[in-house]
T-cell receptor
Framework: AQKVTQAQTEISVVEKEDVTLDCVYETRDTTYYLFWYKQPPSGELVFLIRRNSFDEQNEISGRYSWNFQKSTSSFNFTITASQVVDSAVYFC???????????????FGQGTILTVHP | GAVVSQHPSRVICKSGTSVKIECRSLDFQATTMFWYRQFPKQSLMLMATSNEGSKATYEQGVEKDKFLINHASLTLSTLTVTSAHPEDSSFYIC??????????????FGPGTRLLVL
């Protein structure tokens, strides 16, 4: 069975602070994908990143960066110099590449509510 | 990029009525669509996998007679909540996979439908 744990239920920071959102996953698959999504109050999921289990390179996109550590089954997300517009719920998700009935399904973490205060 | 739409975006109904939610892929043919449910301040939970031309596959604990799924064409999947009750009030989100790509490279989420049953 697959599982994604986001231990931080809520995080509150002041604008311009850096913040890291943790994600730990469990899977028996040898190949899988990891995702981060942002969900603003409107509810629509905003895709942030997809990472293949074979690719452990860290990635940076503007103020966003991701640290994939396969050895610890973690895929953490850091926002540098946070802004008020970053306030949202952030979900980490795991997708199986195992085929069969698991193909294409996403398992989401519980989500982390990030509030950035001015 | 590809777009997935949902209709309606919001619906309020009386207890006991049935509600139909549509999920459309606007510029690609989706052989597989997924339906998720999200209760307030909770994570997204996969309800079922909708396959064009065949029966949907439901996740454990999801009542197939309660949540009817029809994937009659390559661009449309519908979720009907039959005899809705207040506990069915939730945010329903669909996702669609573009089969021209891999399972993950081309999966897109709809904007969601908020259902409130009075």
């Amino acid at each position: 069975a697959q599982k994604v744990t986001q231990a931080q239920t809520e995080i509150s920071v002041v604008e311009k602070e850096d913040v890291t959102l943790d994600c730990v996953y469990e899977t028996r698959d040898t190949t899988y994908y990891l995702f981060w999504y942002k969900q603003p109050p409107s509810g629509e999921l905003v895709f942030l990143i997809r990472r293949n289990s074979f690719d452990e390179q860290n990635e940076i996109s503007g103020r966003y960066s991701w640290n994939f550590q396969k050895s610890t089954s973690s895929f953490n997300f850091t926002i540098t110099a946070s802004q008020v517009v970053d306030s949202a719920v952030y979900f980490c998700a795991l997708g199986s590449n195992a085929g069969g009935t698991s193909y294409g399904k996403l398992t989401f973490g519980q989500g982390t509510i990030l509030t950035v205060h001015p | 990029g590809a777009v997935v739409s949902q209709h309606p975006s919001r619906v309020i109904c009386k207890s006991g009525t049935s509600v139909k939610i549509e999920c459309r892929s606007l510029d690609f043919q989706a052989t597989t669509m997924f339906w998720y449910r999200q209760f307030p301040k909770q994570s997204l939970m996969l309800m079922a996998t909708s396959n064009e031309g065949s029966k949907a596959t439901y996740e454990q604990g999801v009542e197939k007679d309660k949540f009817l799924i029809n994937h009659a064409s390559l661009t449309l999947s519908t979720l009907t909540v039959t005899s809705a009750h207040p506990e069915d009030s939730s945010f329903y989100i669909c996702s669609a996979r573009d089969p021209s790509g891999g399972a993950w490279e081309t999966q897109y989420f709809g904007p969601g439908t908020r259902l409130l049953v009075l």
